[in-house]
């Protein structure tokens, strides 16, 4: 299984950029893909996810409001977009996915760097 993250840049407060997460390597029909991410000298925090089969949405309520999450099956690509930025949004943003009764996520992509500035 492959998870590869792209879409990161660096954006003005206010401003939107769309995060793109495409997998490989199996089908993901019961699978739950999420969006993490972590900045400078803070622990890895949860984001939002999307069950891949039926479209269910969670979000971290940092994000709500902002952020959107999608998938895209003919593409096998998950998306996040974000609007509304703010300086505290810089991380580093990651996909992940796990099986949908599964507690942890199994699998990992690279991360991309979103850097907000004010």
């Known amino acids: 299984v492959q998870l590869q993250a792209s879409g990161g840049g660096l954006v003005q407060a206010g401003g939107s950029l769309r995060l793109s997460c495409a997998a490989s390597?199996?089908?993901?029909?019961?699978?739950?893909m999420g969006w993490f991410r972590q900045a400078p000298g803070k622990e890895r925090e949860f984001v939002a996810a999307?069950?891949?089969?039926?479209?269910?949405?969670t979000y971290a309520d940092s994000v709500k409001g902002r952020f959107t999450i999608s998938r895209d099956n003919a593409k096998n690509t998950v998306y996040l977009q974000m609007n509304s930025l703010k300086p505290e949004d810089t991380a580093v943003y990651y996909c992940?996915?796990?099986?949908?009764?599964?507690?942890?996520?199994?699998?990992w992509g690279q991360g991309t760097q979103v850097t907000v500035s004010s």
């Open positions: 390597g199996r089908t993901f029909n019961s699978y739950v």
């Open positions: 992940a996915a796990r099986r949908a009764f599964a507690i942890q996520y199994d699998y």
């Open positions: 999307i069950v891949w089969s039926g479209g269910s949405t």
